[in-house]
């Protein structure tokens, strides 16, 4: 199983910038994908998670309006827009997966542990 993400970058205050995390070695449609980040001397935090077919799809507070995760079942990619960035956005974003089915497709995922498959990061920073 392999997770890559892309599409960081350096952006102004204001900016938008699109995530990809593709996948290999397993169908996101079977699992719960999140997107993470981690800035320097933090924790890493939970930022949105989707799960196909349910329409689960939930986002941090510090994000809610301005990011929007989506998936291509097709690409077996997962895309997070991140619109109005802050520079408190800067940080390394990450994306993660973990199989799911039945009633377990119904719940959140918010903490980093519950995650089996974590991609490499891809650094966003946003200047002021």
């Known amino acids: 199983v392999q997770l890559v993400e892309s599409g960081g970058g350096l952006v102004q205050a204001g900016g938008s910038l699109r995530l990809s995390c593709a996948a290999s070695?397993?169908?996101?449609?079977?699992?719960?994908v999140g997107w993470f980040r981690q800035a320097p001397g933090k924790e890493r935090e939970f930022v949105a998670q989707?799960?196909?077919?349910?329409?689960?799809?939930y986002y941090a507070d510090s994000v809610k309006g301005r990011f929007t995760i989506s998936g291509d079942n097709s690409k077996n990619t997962v895309y997070l827009q991140m619109n109005s960035l802050k520079p408190e956005d800067t940080a390394v974003y990450y994306c993660?997966?973990?199989?799911?089915?039945?009633?377990?497709?119904?719940?959140?995922?918010?903490?980093?542990?519950?995650?089996?498959?974590w991609g490499q990061g891809t650094q966003v920073t946003v200047s002021s």
């Open positions: 989707i799960i196909w077919g349910g329409g689960n799809i």
């Open positions: 070695g397993l169908t996101f449609s079977n699992y719960v």
């Open positions: 993660a997966a973990k199989a799911v089915r039945g009633y377990s497709r119904t719940y959140t995922y918010t903490g980093p542990d519950a995650y089996d498959y």
